[in-house]
């Protein structure tokens, strides 16, 4: 493959809401562009952006694929990403590193929650965003309806580039508005272009009229001209729409059947003719920008790694400013590392093809890295430092699960092959809590934790469970008591002796508070930092429920001492059993973890998403609207959480989302804590 310049590459994310087409839409591309003779169907497990086996047992994408195809003198690359939010951290470190995105939305159903989601990170790094409207072969389908309501819906300036001349199961042309024509397909290509039939005029004219209304609208030149002549000639709409679409300030709507590929090469000529190149464009980050500078140093970033059993780790990047050859040490900032780039890709799907310069703007992918991983910073050395802001900003995760192997050498093993799955994956965290004993995996979906654990088979072979992780429960006191507690214990030597008299008492603004109120030396002052010690270990396990106890504190007001036998073990024993014996008589309570969960769905699931709520112990907190989608808010204890994607998912026909962070503490009904309590009694007898 020759070497491109940067005015010569275009990188397109392909994003939308699952099942919205848009691996059929890049297979579909990769066929009109001539790079495959046949196109495959997810359903036959044959494309080449879901090429894993978990992706074709399942019939989903579930990681980004990287396509890159030579196409009228340009090097496109697509960027296939998945749909369902479980793998929003595949569409989170695409779209950064594309100038533009082309989002999918179904002509069936209109926008859903995963293409908007997907706009709405392209609008905030400021990326030129086209839409391509697929199922054109449905019956049924009001098609000015499904045009209409991306621009209402997202609050945009909406331009048709081509449009359906009908819909259903037989047609077979788009009108390509730009250039006034009809095209037909058969067999999955363009047939013929004709000039529009008088039966499709009348359309045609209206929507060339919305095309120049729509341009016009950006440039004030250009509008000056369109209320002055009525029209526009086709170079000022054309170079219009290229100018405006660069800076983001229209949004080119598509229309297709990619099944049939239908519709499909017209929004590929638009990519190579007026879709910006790395050149056109400055590129937003989280908190800054870069600029393509051709020369000076390398910058370049590996936003994806794919494991490949043919070849290993595939390590995607792209530069940012500066290149890289083929064969040179390039210095990995974040490893404090230099590798070696023996050879360089570009990658369509599994393959790879050999180039030997990866220029500014360019994706490309070397292989056999030593320490680099997703989410690493490349430099020409360690002197020369990364950028100071964030490339990726990772969706939070939502769902939490324990990760076990049959014995606890497994789950050692677990552990680590976890890390190294983070190597491709950076959007789920890892830990061991040690509080509830587990190996914790923080997702963004139940989905995605069972992928992660199929990994971890596949890898190592290695059987993965996932159950719900133990919630951290928290115990306290709604009373006050008082406890004395003699410690004596004679063996035939040495013996221990201590006493202690203390007060508990609730306290709200601390975890724990330990007073020294002993008078008259009743105590000897080298004994009492034992009592705070004995106390503060049973903190630690609990006493009615095994939990770390919090909001309470401890007065020591009185107590006894031997001359021979009192140590500093005795007073810790001491300490611990007038706590427990407190604790029991001062209205033990159990509190529970509370979560802030907002949840959007269209509309119409808000109410059997309310009802749900309420069915989990939830409370509701109100309900705001954003656009056709509703965003219910709720308080909801963590332990009601699980599973809780899975059941969304369900009601919502795959439509909804949600997010959530720890709000506070409160005490968990009666019933449930007598639960807790006898459990953990069991517990201790087995």
């Not at 506070?664 to 459990?679: A, C, L, T």
Request: some cysteine; aromatic content about 8%.
């Amino acid at each position: 493959m020759v070497a491109y310049a940067t005015e010569k590459l275009r990188n397109v994310c392909i994003a939308g809401h699952g099942t919205s087409g848009k691996t059929t839409l890049m297979e579909s591309l990769l066929f009109h562009a001539g790079t495959i003779n046949r196109q495959g169907t997810v359903e036959d497990g044959n494309t080449v952006s879901d090429f894993t086996e978990e992706e074709k047992n399942r019939g989903i994408s579930i990681s980004s694929s990287i396509n890159s195809i030579e196409y009228k003198d340009n090097l496109v690359t697509f960027i296939d990403t998945p749909g369902y939010f479980d793998f929003a951290g595949e569409v989170a470190s695409a779209i950064p590193f594309c100038e533009s995105v082309l989002l999918t939305v179904r002509g069936s159903a209109g926008l859903d929650a995963g293409t908007e989601n997907a706009f709405r990170t392209a609008r905030k790094l400021e990326k030129s965003a086209a839409f391509f409207v697929t199922e054109i072969d449905r019956d049924n389908l009001n098609i000015d309806e499904a045009f209409e309501s991306i621009g209402k819906d997202l609050e945009i300036t909406v331009a048709p580039i081509t449009f359906p001349a009908d819909v259903g199961q037989n047609t077979d042309s788009v009108i390509d508005i730009l250039q006034g024509k009809l095209i037909k397909y058969e067999g999955g290509k363009r047939k013929s272009v004709e000039d529009i039939p008088a039966q499709y005029s009348d359309k045609a004219a209206e929507l060339k009229e919305k095309l120049m209304e729509a341009v016009a609208e950006t440039d004030e030149a250009l509008m000056e001209k369109y209320f002055d002549q009525g029209e526009l000639s086709d170079d000022e709409v054309n170079k219009g729409l290229a100018d405006a679409f660069a800076k983001g300030n229209i949004f080119p709507v598509f229309f297709g059947a990619p099944n049939k590929g239908i519709g499909v090469d017209a929004a590929l000529d638009a990519v190579a003719n007026w879709f910006p190149s790395p050149a056109d464009k400055v590129s937003k980050y989280f908190g800054g920008e870069v600029e393509p500078k051709k020369d000076g140093p390398l910058k370049a970033f590996i936003f994806k790694v794919n494991s490949i059993p043919q070849f290993g780790e595939v390590y995607v990047f792209k530069v940012l400013q500066g290149e890289i050859k083929e064969g040179a040490d390039v210095y990995n900032y974040d490893a404090s590392s230099t590798e070696k780039f023996g050879q360089l890709f570009a990658v369509k799907g599994k393959d790879r093809f050999a180039v030997k310069t990866a220029s500014t703007g360019q994706i490309a992918a070397t292989v056999k890295l030593k320490s680099s991983k997703t989410g690493d910073f490349l430099t020409s050395g360690k002197n020369d430092p990364p950028f100071d802001f964030e490339l990726i900003e990772w969706p939070n995760a939502i769902v939490r699960g324990a990760f076990m192997g049959a014995s606890k050498e497994d789950t050692d093993k677990v552990a680590t092959a976890l890390r190294k799955i983070q190597v491709e994956d950076a959007s789920f965290k890892v830990f061991a809590d040690p509080e509830l004993k587990q190996l914790f995996v923080d997702g963004l979906g139940e989905l995605h934790l069972e992928v992660i654990a199929k990994k971890i088979k596949n890898q190592l072979g290695i059987d993965v469970n996932i159950v719900e992780p133990r919630i951290p429960y928290r115990e306290t006191i709604k009373g006050k008591a008082e406890a004395r507690y003699r410690h004596k214990k004679q063996s035939g030597g040495a013996g221990e002796f201590a006493e202690v008299n203390i007060v508990l008492e609730p306290v709200a603004d601390s975890e724990f508070e330990f007073i020294d109120a002993i008078v008259g030396g009743v105590i000897s002052n080298r004994f009492i930092p034992a009592v705070e010690k004995g106390i503060r270990e049973i903190l630690t396990e609990g006493v009615v429920a095994g939990c770390k106890f919090i909001n309470c504190k401890v007065t020591l007001n009185d107590g006894k001492e031997h001359p021979v036998d009192s140590k500093e073990i005795a007073f810790k024993k001491a300490a611990a059993m007038a706590f427990k014996d407190a604790v029991k008589r001062a209205k033990p309570i159990i509190l529970e973890p509370i979560y802030d969960v907002a949840i959007k769905v269209p509309e119409e699931y808000a109410g059997s998403v309310m009802g749900d709520i309420s069915s989990r112990r939830g409370k509701p907190q109100g309900m705001d609207s954003e656009g056709k989608y509703t965003i219910v808010k709720a308080q909801v204890p963590l332990k009601e959480i699980h599973g809780y994607s899975t059941q969304l998912r369900s009601m919502t026909n795959g439509r909804g989302t949600y997010s959530m962070s720890f709000s506070h503490y409160d005490p968990v009904p009666g019933d449930i804590q007598k639960k807790i309590m006898d459990e953990y009694e069991a517990s201790k007898e087995q």
